[in-house]
């Protein structure tokens, strides 16, 4: 996105504003609350049932005399989860100016969707600090039922995916009803899916329990996120070696 940033710098340069406002608003250790966070900043977060996409900041209308007052509009979501990611989002599009200033980008010049996609990266690591995650990870051996009791405020998902930021040579997939919706690794490239991912996939499927295996140079555990009518697992591999074999070939898994 911003390719003339090397991304060492690019990433200290979200975490260093990602922490300065945590530490604006006093969240000191997680669970970190968004919504909080906006109520400390002085801003409104208010439900709309008509607004079309998941949240916008606005300066609502005082009265006669009075100063608008900021706020962020919410479409109404059934899970926490995305209300908060939806207030760290317009959080992290506030602070978007400061990216670029640390930076020294003008965003006059940079690319129409970079704004777009800082306020995805702070809202990640708003939700998610990283040296916190980096810390919590560690000392759970990345164990994402744990990590999510820790970090409640952030869905599995989001957990899973900002496994992929840190050095650790890791394959990550979420199956959704037995397919496919989503894989990738922090090495570059495709990898197939290997029979110890398949097969620890499938034991965490059918049992609705946390499956482990592992094979020469890898292993791979699963963590079943099952709700009435959504069977969904979530897979980590990690490549304790280099893996030899990588394909441009898209992953298919089935249930046969």
């Known amino acids: 996105m911003l390719p003339e940033i090397p991304a060492e710098e690019l990433?200290?340069?979200l975490d260093r504003v990602a922490r300065r406002l945590l530490k604006r608003c006093g969240v000191r250790k997680p669970p970190v609350d968004a919504m909080r966070m906006a109520t400390t900043l002085g801003i409104e977060t208010v439900v709309d049932s008509g607004q079309s996409s998941r949240a916008r900041y606005v300066e609502l209308r005082a009265a006669r005399g009075g100063s608008p007052r900021p706020a962020i509009l919410l479409r109404p979501e059934p899970r926490s989860e995305r209300r908060q990611w939806a207030v760290a989002h317009e959080l992290g599009e506030r602070e978007a100016a400061?990216?670029?200033?640390?930076?020294?980008?003008?965003?006059?010049i940079a690319p129409p969707t970079a704004r777009e996609w800082v306020?995805?990266?702070?809202?990640?690591?708003?939700?998610?600090?990283?040296?916190?995650?980096?810390?919590a990870g560690a000392a759970c051996g990345w164990d994402l039922f744990t990590l999510k009791q820790r970090f409640a405020t952030a869905s599995h998902e989001l957990i899973l995916r900002r496994m992929l930021e840190f050095?650790?040579?890791?394959?990550?997939?979420?199956?959704d009803h037995g397919a496919i919706s989503f894989r990738q690794g922090n090495r570059g490239g495709r990898l197939s899916i290997l029979p110890v991912e398949r097969e620890c996939?499938?034991?965490?499927?059918?049992?609705?329990?946390?499956?482990?295996?592992?094979?020469?140079?890898?292993?791979?555990?699963?963590?079943?996120?099952?709700?009435?009518?959504?069977?969904?697992?979530?897979?980590?591999?990690?490549?304790?070696?280099?893996?030899?074999?990588?394909?441009?070939?898209?992953?298919?898994?089935?249930?046969?």
């Open 167 to 175: 050095e650790t040579p890791i394959v990550v997939t979420i199956f």
């Open 98 to 108: 400061v990216v670029f200033k640390r930076l020294a980008i003008d965003p006059c």
């Open 119 to 135: 306020a995805n990266q702070l809202a990640n690591r708003i939700l998610l600090p990283t040296r916190w995650l980096a810390s």
């Open 201 to 256: 996939w499938r034991t965490a499927h059918e049992s609705g329990i946390v499956a482990e295996r592992s094979a020469a140079g890898c292993a791979a555990r699963c963590w079943p996120v099952h709700e009435e009518g959504w069977k969904r697992e979530v897979l980590r591999l990690d490549l304790l070696d280099e893996p030899e074999v990588w394909s441009d070939d898209e992953p298919a898994i089935s249930q046969e």
């Open 11 to 13: 990433a200290d340069g």
